[in-house]
């Protein structure tokens, strides 16, 4: 497709499970970042990764995050052990180039009940 | 102290009205500002991008840099109802950092 595409787009689980989102980048695009927005809060950097270099794991906020970026295309964030807090949009983006403009798709909200 | 400071506003205007939203930033290594609009459930979308001081208009917009103040502003002018949205302010040096987004709210 034209844009980037996260699944699901929506995702209820129960506390203690672990929950995998998946974003399938802009063609071509060489970054891919991961930010959670909680309620009534702004984005949150969790993740990027640009092209074959290491990724800057800077904002995960606990070891039960984790994310991969397979063949420098699609990219999957994985949460294990969910917490209630854990709860918010968790959004991909992906641009051509670091630094450059980044573009966003839909978001994946993650309900943990 | 954050990076990135954004009033969260929310703020309501009549139709018609200008519009002027605000961030500071700390970071004087930052080189690329934008703004991004997110409408309720969506993703962020992105409305203007500078890269120096000084003013960029594009058709109600216009984004404003100064760097010696460490502040930018995104004016709307006749402001439409369709524009009532959360505003972000977004800059980077390699990740993009974010404001905490300012509720604008139009009303006919």
């Known amino acids: 497709g034209a844009g980037v595409s996260q699944s699901p787009s929506n995702k209820v689980t129960e506390k203690g499970k672990d929950v995998e989102l998946r974003c399938d980048p802009i063609s071509g695009h060489t970054a891919l970042y991961w930010y959670r927005q909680s309620l009534g809060q702004g984005l949150e950097f969790l993740i990027y990764?640009?092209?074959?270099?290491?990724?800057?794991k800077s904002g995960l906020p606990s070891d039960r995050f984790s994310a991969e970026r397979t063949g420098g295309s699609v990219s999957t964030l994985t949460i294990q052990r969910t917490q209630q807090e854990d709860s918010a949009v968790y959004l991909c983006?992906?641009?051509?180039?670091?630094?450059?403009?980044?573009?966003f798709g839909e978001g994946s909200w993650l309900t943990v009940v | 102290q954050k990076e990135v400071e954004q009033d969260p506003g929310p703020l309501s205007v009549p139709e018609g009205a200008i519009v002027s939203l605000n961030c500071t930033y700390s970071n004087s290594a930052f080189q690329y500002f934008m703004w991004y609009r997110q409408y309720s459930r969506k993703g962020p979308e992105l409305l203007m991008y500078t890269y120096s001081s000084g003013n960029k208009e594009d058709g109600r917009f216009t984004a404003q840099v100064d760097k010696s103040s460490k502040y930018i502003s995104l004016f709307i002018r006749d402001s439409q109802p369709s524009d009532s949205a959360t505003y972000l302010c977004a800059m980077n040096t390699d990740k993009l950092i974010f404001g905490t987004g300012t509720r604008l709210q139009v009303f006919p």
């Open positions: 990764f640009q092209g074959n270099s290491a990724p800057d």
């Open positions: 983006a992906s641009s051509l180039v670091e630094g450059n403009t980044i573009y």
